[in-house]
T-cell receptor, first 118, second 113 residues
């Protein structure tokens, strides 16, 4: 399967602990996005990378959140000192302006990482 | 500030009926609009993407239309099947916020056999 993959799929942690999620985009995609989705809502944008450069960050991304894409391939999202309000599904997506959908820059999503903070 | 609304929040139809899902947005300066399907506890599957210059896109039983001037998009699913049961989300990318998809809350669809 050459789609977007995320690891882990589920994470349960205690309040105050740090967690890190990984996203592997579709291999030829140079753009990578992170979103957060809470129950009953649509995903909310967190941040996006073009290659290794982080080009935009939402104000939702507090100082406790950091995202990296060190070599322009996989990305990590770290949450420090987790709070119960961080419980959500964290979704990663990737795209390319030259993708096989005729250059539409369609965003393709991974299966998500469900975080539960106790 | 772009706001995306999907009404109704939930919809139940008998198998075989056509589905009509609505999406409205407040800022017509969009780059594209994308429709997704989400099964419970899963990620999003891209269904259709309409560029701002296009009026509609079709894929199999799915057809999506876009009217930028009125800030509306409609997703039609012909001859619904129980396997179409899922939440359908629309998302827009505005021209001044490139890369960032802004989502509606979705319409939860149940197709009964």
């Amino acid at each position: 399967d050459t789609g977007v993959s995320q690891d882990p799929r589920h994470k349960i942690t205690k309040r105050g602990q740090n967690v890190t999620f990984r996203c592997d985009p579709i291999s030829e995609h140079n753009r990578l996005y992170w979103y957060r989705q809470t129950l009953g809502q649509g995903p909310e944008f967190l941040t996006y990378f073009q290659n290794e450069a982080q080009l935009e960050k939402s104000r939702l991304l507090s100082d406790r959140f950091s995202a990296e894409r060190p070599k322009g391939s996989f990305s990590t999202l770290e949450i420090q000192r987790t709070e119960q309000g961080d419980s959500a599904m964290y979704l990663c997506a990737s795209s390319s302006p030259l993708d096989y959908d005729g250059g539409t820059d369609t965003q393709y999503f991974g299966p998500g990482t469900r975080l539960t903070v106790l | 500030k772009q706001e995306v609304t999907q009404i109704p929040a939930a919809l139940s139809v008998p198998e075989g009926e056509n589905l009509v899902l609505n999406c409205s947005f407040t800022d017509s300066a969009i780059y594209n609009l994308q429709w997704f399907r989400q099964d419970p506890g899963k990620g999003l599957t891209s269904l259709l993407l309409i560029q701002s210059s296009q009026r509609e896109q079709t894929s199999g039983r799915l057809n999506a239309s876009l009217d930028k001037s009125s800030g509306r998009s409609t997703l039609y699913i012909a001859a619904s099947q129980p396997g179409d049961s899922a939440t359908y989300l629309c998302a827009v990318m505005t021209t001044d916020s490139w890369g960032k998809l802004q989502f509606g809350a979705g319409t939860q669809v149940v197709v009964t056999p």
